[in-house]
């Protein structure tokens, strides 16, 4: 009687594990124009590693060379990625699961 309990719950698992990844495929970036003007302000090597990160969250969401991070008050519901070590993009997934990068700039700054 507990295998069946166990395999069932490997398979519920998987199906929500598959409905995480058809959401992720899914999604679209959306760049807002305060991120676009803003990373316009960065040397070319900063905004072609930008780009880079943008195609690998838009590909791979999850992927661990993001850094991806949620943030907490007041600052609730945005997450953020880096870009280099110095520099961070913001964030937020809207209600149809679009991310909305809407900020970046240098990590002590970006927060603020």
């Known amino acids: 009687m507990p295998i069946r309990a166990v ?9 929500s594990v598959t ?7 899914n999604m679209t970036i959306v760049r ?6 803003a ?3 960065f040397p070319k090597d900063v905004r072609e590693l930008a780009e ?15 850094h991806l991070k949620k ?7 945005v997450y953020s990625f880096r870009i280099t070590r110095n ?10 699961n ?8 240098d990590r002590k700054d970006v927060y603020r």
């Not at 395999?7 to 199906?15: F, M, N, P, V, Y």
């Not at 807002?32 to 003007?37: H, K, V």
């Not at 520099?87 to 149809?96: P, S, T």
């Not at 679009?98 to 700039?105: A, L, R």
Request: a positive charge; proline letters at 3%.
């Open 87 to 96: 520099y961070r993009a913001l964030f937020y997934f809207d209600a149809n």
């Open 39 to 41: 990373l316009k302000r």
């Open 19 to 25: 409905h995480r990844a058809e959401a992720e495929r």
């Open 7 to 15: 395999s069932s719950l490997r398979i519920a698992k998987r199906s």
């Open 71 to 77: 943030l907490h008050r007041p600052l609730e519901g």
């Open 98 to 105: 679009n991310i909305i990068i809407f900020e970046t700039d």
């Open 32 to 37: 807002l124009d305060s991120f676009e003007r």
């Open 52 to 66: 880079r990160q943008i195609r690998l969250l838009e590909a791979h969401p999850r992927d661990l060379r993001l």
